[in-house]
DNA sequence: ATGAAAAAGCAACATTGTTGCAAAATATTT
DNA sequence: AAATATTTTGCAACAATGTTGCTTTTTCAT
């Protein structure tokens, strides 16, 4: 397959995703959606403001994956070092609802952010009177490349 | 007993928690301390800042913040909407090792944070080439408090 | 009490995130 | 295909958050 194939491939798959979600094709939408069809690992806003080669103003950059989280197109993964990730959900998330029960990792090698979509998290027994509606599970170590 | 016993015993508390981490006894790290201590839930800097009754220079909460961390005696929890919390560490953490393998949670309704400290992480099976150094559960719902 | 060491405060700056509005691009209708 | 309505973008200005170097002040040990 030819590196014209695979480009007019990756961005059809962009334009279906897009359609599908009901958003109008455009420029940044389609890049952005880009850089995350195109990474295995997850993104951070910086991650994408550089990456996207300085074509976007920031604001743009913020709306855009806003967007996309309420679309449920990708997910938001916590750190405790302010800078929220962002990764693409598997199809089974909707507008307004996302439904993510894998696991994240972390490495503290290369520091990556994976979804390990076949690690599902954990039922947490908790106290009385709390109730749970989410779980997420940041693991950090060291992943498969880096080890 | 009265109150102003209840705060001078707080006082020598925070003051033998920064004695027995080598730290100077200061103002600031007092004051930071005591809220920690005052307080059931996490804290993130912007709430240190405004309890603190705008007496400290932001900059000195930062470095407050950072120096205790280090010191273990307090720790960081992840969160997805870029504003790291922090809360105080039980007594087995020591400098530069946090050994905190409880889990977290955040109450959708009053937004508080809890450390949960009888609920362990849990065991988390990894793909082949992972390994785990350390395991962050964070548990989004409704508290004790707010059922 | 004095001096050395540590911390705080200040100023200046860098980075990150937000809002309103006008211009441009996209989608829709005819 | 052109005109119009709608949506999105970019810009500007701003707010909030975080960082660094340096001077003054405070703390601690002698």
Known sequence: MSAQQTISRLDSQVNELLKKNSLSI??????????????????AHGDIEKRAGEKFDRVTVYRTLQTFVDKGIIHTIPTADNSIRYALCKDQCSEGHHHDHHIHFVCNNCSNTYCLDDVVTPEIKLPKGYTAAHVEVVVEGVCKNCK
Request: without cysteine; positive net charge.
């Open 26 to 43: 455009t420029g940044s939408r389609k890049k952005i959606l880009q850089l995350f069809l195109e990474q295995t690992g997850a993104l």
